[in-house]
């Protein structure tokens, strides 16, 4: 799968009446790279990324420009920032955050995406869901970003009512509320899917960022990424999605 841009109006998942812009990407695995976006201890505004093509990556930077982060990315087997671990706690935040991760597949088949539920994530060392792993060192990871499980495969969550109120992350990032979002799925039913979608929405609730993805193909995983003014993209050299915001860590699609 070559990456692939859309952008489309559409009607949102939780109330039909409102039409909201969407862009996304398709990529595969091999397409992605989570690449650092702090220089002098700052994150860089989408105008100065200098990268082709492009989606703001991890969430809740503390003070929107300073390197601290409430979670992680990894980049061809380093971390791309690391302001404190997985299971870094605060005020605000007080659960671990979720990841994503697409590690070298020992086996020389196709490579696995590994998943995190509130999972750990220490520097050295991750446990994957089996199929021949008993452990996963950072050594092994080709790329993985943190973020907020949208439990796509919880079929419950497909109605608004039920995900509104009893999604865990529901009290913690303004999950009924109309903001900008972004938002990464692999496409498939199962963590063998080596294909990807990255997606914004201009403004919307969680709720419909998540259903956008159930709806476009990705039935098992995905997670929320750094959304609300954060939200920003570049697309064949060209900002599609701008913001002042300095963030941290991009997505990068080639």
Not at 101 to 117: A, H, V, W
Request: contains cysteine.
């Amino acid at each position: 799968m070559s990456v692939s841009y859309f952008c489309e109006t559409l009607a949102l998942a939780g109330d039909s009446s409102k039409t909201r812009t969407f862009r996304w990407w398709t990529a595969s695995n091999q397409d992605i790279s989570v690449l650092s976006m702090v220089r002098n201890n700052q994150g860089s505004t989408v105008a100065n990324w200098g990268v082709d093509t492009a989606v703001n990556g991890v969430l809740f930077p503390l003070n929107g420009i300073n390197n601290t982060v409430n979670a992680f990315a990894i980049d061809g087997s380093t971390w791309a920032i690391n302001g404190c671990n997985i299971n870094y706690e605060d005020a605000a935040h007080t659960r671990p955050f979720d990841f994503l991760m697409d590690p070298i597949d020992k086996r020389g088949t196709e490579s696995l995406i590994f998943f995190g539920n509130g999972g750990e994530l220490p520097v050295n060392s991750v446990a994957g869901p089996g199929d021949g792993y008993s452990n996963i060192t950072l050594s092994d990871i080709n790329w993985g970003i943190g973020g907020l499980d949208l439990e796509l495969s919880n079929s419950n969550y497909d109605n608004k009512s039920t995900f509104n109120l009893n999604w865990k992350w529901r009290d913690c990032c303004g999950s009924p509320s109309y903001h900008a979002r972004t938002a990464i799925g692999y496409i498939g039913g199962s963590y063998q899917s080596t294909d990807f979608i990255i997606a914004t929405c201009e403004e919307c609730t969680m709720y419909d960022i998540r259903m956008f993805l159930k709806q476009h193909g990705c039935g098992y995983f995905g997670i929320y990424l750094d959304g609300g003014d954060s939200t920003s993209a570049t697309n064949d050299g060209t900002v599609v999605i701008s913001s002042t915001r300095r963030i941290p860590t991009i997505i990068a699609l080639s």
